[in-house]
């Protein structure tokens, strides 16, 4: 059984840091990738950034430049450095492993479309006051 535990989220003034943190457990497949989403309150999930199975990284336009992903494979981790937040950040942001999407934006691309298709995480809150 796949399973991601999700970490680090909190509440934090603009401008602040927060890392994020996605433990990875269950799965013996070597490749997959994995993931960044965020929800907001009335919104609907948003694909963030993600890590292809040879490594590659995809960050989107909304928050390129901002925040970060990177992956210890070694230790079944995701992270996702955020910095210079702002109270727009605010979210719930969830974790996601694929075992079809090969590189970052296949995986983007299908969980945005059909979430059913990979494995999730419960989330943890961003909450950025002004």
């Known amino acids: 059984q796949v399973r991601l535990v999700e970490s680090g989220g909190g509440s934090v003034q603009s401008g602040g840091s927060l890392r994020l943190s996605c433990a990875a457990s269950?799965?013996?497949?070597?490749?997959?990738?994995m993931g960044w989403f965020r929800q907001a309150p009335g919104q609907e999930r948003e694909g963030l950034a993600a890590?292809?199975?040879?490594?590659?990284?995809v960050v989107f336009t909304s928050v390129r430049g901002r925040f970060t992903i990177s992956q210890d494979k070694v230790n079944h981790t995701l992270y996702l450095e955020m910095n210079r937040l702002k109270p727009e950040d605010t979210a719930l942001y969830y974790c996601?492993?694929?075992?079809?999407?090969?590189?970052?934006?296949?995986?983007?691309?299908?969980?945005?479309?059909?979430?059913?298709?990979?494995?999730w995480g419960q989330g943890t809150q961003v909450t950025v006051s002004s």
């Open positions: 996601a492993a694929d075992f079809v999407a090969r590189t970052p934006r296949d995986l983007l691309y299908r969980l945005s479309r059909s979430p059913d298709l990979g494995f």
């Open positions: 890590v292809g199975d040879d490594g590659d990284t």
């Open positions: 269950g799965y013996s497949q070597r490749r997959y990738s």
